[in-house]
């Protein structure tokens, strides 16, 4: 059961993300860069940004590319559905296939997943996830659009690895939304360089459902 739970997710969220791109391509979205090496030039690194306390302690068993769901369970996570998809390459605009993202953000109560937290969740948010980029550097997430709590806007936690680039751990925010309450010093300086825009994704599955699209540029290992 979670084996073929697991292959439909995955293949639900990368089919998704043609469609999310075109959306994105028409709404002034973050698209992914023409490559650097056919212009003579390189790309910026992604900034990178604080991990944060939340990173899970202990890991969910399910732990694919659709967040809004969990493997055993009915119900679907509370909150507006955030198809989030997007590219890996390196700062010569090279696609990194094989990159793995990991991304962990609270649910819709404000509370992050396993970390020990005492706080009401939702238990059909599955809190963190991971995915792989294909050949081309895509890569896409199922999850609901971010929450602000305690001060702090929303945001998505993003930790990227490759075996020829350096890891970076990160934050994305929602354009508009980014602006920090009392911590600003402790996490990054270049918050325009971490927005994503929200459109609304017209799929007609989900009443509401937003796309964002995200090119995250490493650094050579």
């Not at 939340?54 to 909150?79: E, Q």
């Not at 997007?86 to 396993?114: F, I, K, M, R």
């Not at 602006?179 to 971490?194: C, K, P, Q, V």
């Amino acid at each position: 059961m979670k084996a073929r739970f697991t292959t439909y997710a995955r293949r639900r969220a990368l089919k998704s993300i043609g469609f999310a791109v075109a959306v994105l391509a028409t709404a002034g979205g973050r698209s992914p860069p023409a490559s650097a090496q056919a212009q003579g030039m390189r790309l910026a690194p992604t900034p990178r940004d604080a991990e944060g306390p939340f990173y899970p302690r202990t890991f969910p068993a399910d732990v694919d590319a659709d967040l809004t769901r969990v493997a055993g369970r009915p119900g679907v996570a509370r909150g507006t559905p955030l198809l989030l998809s997007g590219t890996v390459v390196s700062t010569a605009g090279t696609p990194l296939a094989g990159a793995t993202l990991e991304l962990w953000q609270c649910d819709a109560n404000g509370t992050y997943h396993h970390v020990g937290a005492t706080g009401p969740q939702d238990e059909d948010f599955q809190g963190y996830g991971r995915a792989v980029a294909d050949a081309s550097g895509a890569w896409a997430f199922r999850t609901i659009r971010p929450v602000p709590y305690g001060g702090r806007p929303p945001h998505l936690h993003f930790r990227i690895s490759h075996p020829r680039a350096r890891a970076l751990t990160t934050q994305l925010y929602v354009k508009g939304e980014s602006a920090e309450a009392g911590m600003g010093g402790y996490f990054s300086r270049e918050r325009d360089r971490l927005e994503i825009v929200l459109v609304p994704m017209r799929d007609g599955r989900d009443a509401g459902a937003l796309a964002a699209s995200y090119t995250f540029v490493l650094e050579s290992a």
